[in-house]
């Protein structure tokens, strides 16, 4: 097939530029002596792209370079926490990467449940993992560790599951929210907005004591008006 003798090709002259094979003549021709296919042209570029840029670094004309990715900014990709709940969960984050790698592997995992009260079973520990790896390669990084307050705060995790109890067991600093106290992000929400919705009545009600204050007063001074005339 075209793609098994590409690959033996690559091979072969990756070989050739280490020393380890001498170059030998290859003979190109298709059999059927058709037209390559769309698939085969596009891979025979992809081959010549690999091996010139290999020619250049092997003669120090190129630089190395890492695979081009997204940097990750959790501010503006996680609106709904405030920058200090943020630095809290990064905090926690490297509290528990043991190996300072930027990732919390499935020990490091067993060690955090452990810690917070809510050990897990080997398989359980898993499901945690599994739930937010988006790269798939069953560890989380910050973002995915993120993504665990993101999905308990949407009540998208099962009240059973680890991640919940994870997420729950956390004690996260919410003073930006204006609450103190609270042992959780989630409970901290619920509180601050009852504590809003009772400051707001609070409001009101001392509004309409007041107006009902002013109407009373307004009737004593008109009652007592009345009443001066009468002994005029």
Same mark, same amino acid.
């Given at each position: 097939? $075209?793609?098994? @003798? %590409?690959?033996? *090709? +690559?091979? !072969? /002259?990756?070989?050739?530029?280490? &020393? ?22 596009? $891979?025979?570029? @992809? %081959?010549?792209? *690999? +091996?010139? !840029? /290999?020619?250049?670094?092997?003669? &120090? ?29 990064? *905090? ?141």
């Amino acid at each position: 097939m $075209a793609s098994d @003798e %590409l690959a033996s *090709k +690559l091979s !072969r /002259r990756l070989n050739i530029e280490d &020393g380890v094979e001498h170059p030998v003549a290859l003979d190109c021709d298709h059999e059927d002596g058709g037209d390559a296919k769309p698939t085969t042209a596009n $891979a025979d570029s @992809e %081959l010549g792209a *690999k +091996l010139l !840029r /290999r020619g250049e670094l092997n003669e &120090g004309i190129g630089e190395h370079q890492q695979p081009s990715s997204k940097v990750f900014n959790p501010y503006t990709e996680f609106k709904e926490f405030s920058r200090k709940q943020i630095k809290d969960m990064e *905090k926690m984050f490297k509290q528990y990467d043991a190996g300072k790698d930027g990732f919390i592997d499935l020990m490091e995992l067993k060690l955090m449940m452990e810690k917070l009260g809510a050990p897990q079973t080997h398989l359980g520990l898993k499901n945690m993992i599994k739930e937010v790896d988006e790269d798939l390669d069953n560890k989380l990084n910050f973002k995915e560790f993120l993504l665990i307050f993101r999905k308990a705060a949407a009540g998208e995790l099962p009240e059973d599951s680890g991640l919940h109890a994870l997420a729950r067991l956390s004690e996260i600093d919410v003073s930006t929210e204006g609450v103190k106290g609270a042992k959780t992000f989630f409970e901290a929400k619920v509180k601050a907005i009852n504590e809003s919705s009772k400051f707001e009545a609070e409001i009101r009600q001392e509004q309409e004591e007041k107006k009902k204050q002013a109407e009373d007063k307004k009737q004593r001074q008109a009652a007592f008006k009345e009443l001066k005339s009468a002994f005029k």
